[in-house]
């Protein structure tokens, strides 16, 4: 463990996820070692995860071997070279077998949901996918951990097809190797939002886009190309699904503004824990009271399905008088 703290810019500031506290001035680079350097130096000292707010899920800043990263990337390193030999020696055995489609779902063709995920739709798009992958993922693998980190890509490359298949006729066919590097870059995004991405100068004009701005971009053409190429093969239609998987997986694990599923999954916690603490009477008098005097008045058709939710949880509150 770093004996020195890491800078504002790398480690996750959530008081409980981290036993270092935020310095008041950044840390004098002289007296650090050299693996402390490098996290020092990654990042500017402004830059704060997530706008400051902590997470539960966030992992000590750290050196990393990225072992999940780089095995993903020989994955896919593995799989296009694969794709390559089958398109010279097999042509059309990739498109009519491997890639999803809506004809490939009504034969029972379970493998493509997974071999989708690992097809590209030409060089530029395997080169791009795994240059903007390897440089998003070094940081995303140090702050979520491993597992977090593979779950998140996971949930990217599912989310990615489930959003074809919501989106896209059922005629087009998926490359979907676009959805988890989708969802690692809205995660970023979320978690790093202000870090800059991309930045260049020419003479007195500079720019810089932060991660926020990329994402966005990212977004706004899938959302274009969703419009105006809906036919034969596409790999659009991951991206959009991917980016809508990674916000949600980076939120629930408590990164970002405040969110519906996290406020959702806030208020069902809370309710769950009043609703343990209350005593039997007090649970009747509170909850079920009200509902009876609501059926009394208009009918036990009347309630909603929480309603009749709570009527059931009454039977085994009064089952441990």
């Known amino acids: 463990?770093?004996?020195?703290?890491?800078?504002?810019?790398?480690?996750?500031?959530?008081?409980?996820?981290?036993?270092?506290?935020?310095?008041?001035?950044?840390?004098?680079?002289r007296q650090l070692n050299s693996t402390d350097?490098?996290?020092?130096?990654?990042?500017?000292?402004?830059?704060?995860?997530?706008?400051?707010?902590?997470?539960?899920?966030?992992q000590p800043?750290?050196?990393?071997?990225?072992?999940?990263?780089?095995?993903?990337?020989?994955?896919?390193?593995?799989?296009?070279?694969?794709?390559?030999?089958?398109?010279a020696f097999a042509p059309g055995f990739v498109r009519d077998y491997?890639?999803?489609?809506?004809?490939?779902?009504?034969?029972?063709y379970a493998w493509q949901f997974v071999t989708a995920t690992l097809l590209y739709g030409s060089p530029w798009h395997f080169l791009g996918n795994m240059l903007g992958f390897y440089i998003l993922g070094r940081d995303l693998e140090s702050i979520l951990g491993q597992r977090h980190f593979l779950y998140l890509f996971l949930s990217g490359a599912i989310g990615g097809e489930l959003g074809h298949l919501f989106l896209m006729p059922s005629e087009t066919i998926l490359y979907a190797a676009s959805g988890g590097v989708a969802a690692v870059l809205l995660a970023y995004a979320t978690i790093l939002p202000d870090?800059?991405?991309i930045a260049s100068g020419v003479s007195r004009f500079s720019i810089r886009l932060k991660a926020k701005h990329v994402a966005g971009a990212i977004l706004l053409l899938s959302l274009v190309m969703l419009a105006i190429d809906r036919n034969g093969a596409v790999i659009h239609s991951a991206i959009l699904g991917g980016l809508a998987a990674g916000s949600l997986y980076a939120h629930l694990l408590g990164f970002g503004h405040a969110s519906w599923p996290r406020r959702l999954l806030h208020r069902r916690r809370e309710a769950a824990e009043r609703m343990q603490r209350m005593t039997p009477a007090e649970f009747i008098e509170r909850e079920i009271d009200p509902l009876l005097e609501k059926i009394s008045r208009k009918g036990i058709q009347s309630l909603t399905r929480a309603e009749r939710r709570l009527l059931s949880q009454a039977r085994e509150k009064v089952g441990q008088v």
């Not at 020195?4 to 036993?19: M, R």
């Not at 350097?37 to 902590?54: C, H, Q, T």
């Not at 491997?98 to 029972?108: C, E, F, M, W, Y």
């Open 37 to 58: 350097k490098k996290v020092a130096l990654r990042y500017p000292f402004r830059v704060r995860l997530s706008r400051g707010k902590p997470s539960l899920f966030a």
């Open 1 to 29: 463990m770093p004996t020195a703290p890491p800078t504002d810019g790398f480690v996750p500031l959530g008081e409980t996820a981290s036993p270092w506290r935020r310095p008041a001035a950044a840390p004098d680079l």
């Open 61 to 87: 800043g750290r050196e990393s071997r990225h072992v999940v990263l780089l095995a993903l990337i020989g994955l896919n390193v593995a799989s296009f070279v694969a794709q390559l030999f089958l398109d």
């Open 195 to 197: 870090l800059d991405l």
């Open 98 to 108: 491997l890639a999803l489609s809506n004809r490939g779902i009504h034969d029972a």
